[in-house]
């Protein structure tokens, strides 16, 4: 992972987390707003750790508490569960944990190296931050707008929206292959954006796809062939060669 973590490192608050991993939902209003996280995680260890704590502390993933009754039907206790968010699969970085960081950036090792280091946890935190916060507003966007009344929301359209923002961000399933996701990471320079990418293609005729999350499917796609063509245009206007 070292290589690659060398390699993975943005301009100083800029994070190609927004044209690749996110292109699906490019130029949207969270999107823009994401930029800014980006650069406040960048700026500082503290701010990205704000940023955390605000993400964790939202209605959607927040824990939440389930209560014990005793033979009385009298509470005893509070049991914490997952919030809704993770319980309908939403996946945010956590660089507390290997499994749970960017494939891009997984390299620990990287982040350590004298001088250079610091500079390459910088880029870390802005492409976690700018991930992390656009996938919380996207899923909040999408929940509140479903035709559902807070408190009883239908589990298999929250887990439809859960794959969406998943799979816009670069981050979706590997199906039977995600035991070894790790070790295909090592060989494949980003496993979980090319299976992205396909399941943005194909949820779009799964007849089980929610018709509001379909629509979301439709759009990402245009957004993310709309943003790639406008980029080989510009190269193309600069004298590049396009194929």
Excluded at 25 to 53: N, V
Excluded at 94 to 99: A, R
Excluded at 205 to 212: A, L, N
Aim: glycine share 6%; no cysteine; hydrophobic share 40%.
């Amino acid at each position: 992972d070292l290589p690659v973590g060398l390699m993975s490192v943005d301009a100083p608050f800029m994070t190609s987390a927004a044209f690749r991993q996110a292109s699906p939902l490019a130029f949207t209003k969270d999107w823009f707003k994401a930029w800014g996280a980006a650069a406040r995680s960048y700026g500082s260890q503290k701010a990205y750790d704000a940023l955390e704590a605000e993400i964790k502390n939202s209605k959607y993933f927040k824990s939440r508490y389930k209560p014990h009754y005793n033979a009385k039907g009298e509470i005893i206790k509070y049991k914490e569960v997952p919030s809704i968010a993770e319980e309908a699969g939403v996946k945010l970085t956590d660089f507390s944990h290997f499994s749970n960081r960017e494939e891009m950036i997984r390299s620990r090792l990287a982040e350590k190296l004298p001088g250079y280091g610091r500079i390459i946890k910088a880029s870390n935190r802005s492409y976690a931050g700018f991930l992390n916060s656009l996938r919380k507003a996207k899923f909040e966007q999408l929940v509140d707008q479903a035709d559902w009344a807070y408190g009883s929301k239908d589990e298999s359209k929250l887990k439809d929206i859960a794959e969406f923002i998943n799979n816009a961000t670069g981050r979706a399933s590997l199906g039977k292959l995600e035991p070894a996701a790790n070790a295909l990471s090592t060989a494949l320079w980003s496993p979980r954006l090319l299976a992205s990418r396909i399941k943005m293609a194909t949820s779009i005729f799964k007849p089980s796809v929610d018709p509001k999350v379909r629509m979301e499917y439709i759009k990402g796609m245009t957004r993310s062939i709309g943003t790639w063509w406008g980029f080989a245009g510009l190269a193309g206007l600069a004298g590049a060669s396009i194929n």
